[in-house]
């Protein structure tokens, strides 16, 4: 079976410091993999996703970056910190044909 | 550009009860996913139930069922028997064929016992 491993779980980081959460995913191959922020009591808003190696797309302008140097391994980045980078991040993966997401357990970063 | 809309920001029931939650959405498509979403106070998503717009059958998993209206771009979602256990967020979401998931801003059910 297919499983979805993100971690760490919980960071607190410094404003200016750099940042690095890694998704892996196991069970299944040539995946499509996102990464989702969530704010306090909002939905899910997309930053990136992926529908191959070295393969990217942003949604959103910002802070942050991605990239996807293996087939199942997604890895979310900064390269400094802001306070608004704070929030829960999620990754996600689909398979082929795209029909549901599947997500980690998440990231509770806070910037501070 | 496709939204997905849940006009419930929070819902309660009592256990064992009944309750319904709507979503509705806006696309030009005719090819297309929906699906509700559960995230517990863990803060872990679960997919609770897909429909495929093509199907005109509504889709079904045990307590959950759901009320899809095409032509009224509305997929709300109905918990049968209530337990403490289905207190959660839950989300609606939308994907057209090889495009992204695209959430609602969620309603959070409260389960009384």
């Known amino acids: 079976s297919q499983t979805i491993h993100q971690w760490p779980a919980t960071l607190v980081q410094p404003v200016g410091s750099p940042l690095s959460l890694e998704c892996t995913v196991e069970?299944?191959?040539?995946?499509?993999l996102y990464w989702y922020r969530q704010a306090a009591g909002r939905g899910l808003q997309l930053l990136f996703y992926s529908v191959g190696i070295g393969q990217i797309s942003s949604e959103v302008p910002q802070n942050l970056s991605a990239s996807r140097p293996q087939d199942r391994q997604f890895i979310l980045s900064s390269k400094k910190l802001l306070l608004s980078d704070s929030g829960f991040y999620l990754c996600a993966w689909s398979g082929r044909p795209n029909t549901e997401a599947f997500f980690g357990q998440g990231t509770r970063l806070t910037v501070v | 550009a496709q939204t997905v809309t849940q006009s419930q920001p929070e819902m309660s029931v009592q256990e064992a009860e009944t309750v319904t939650l709507s979503c509705t959405y806006d696309t030009s498509e005719s090819d297309y996913y929906l699906f509700w979403y559960k995230q517990p106070p863990s803060r872990q998503m679960i997919l609770v139930i897909r429909q495929e717009a093509y199907k005109q059958q509504n889709a079904t998993e045990n307590r959950f069922s759901v009320n899809f209206q095409k032509a009224a771009k509305s997929f709300s979602l109905k918990i049968s028997d209530s337990q403490l256990g289905d207190a959660a967020m839950y989300f609606c979401?939308?994907?057209?064929?090889?495009?992204?998931?695209?959430f609602g801003k969620g309603t959070k059910l409260s389960v009384k016992p």
């Open positions: 979401a939308y994907r057209r064929g090889q495009g992204n998931l695209i």
């Open positions: 069970g299944t191959s040539n995946p499509n």
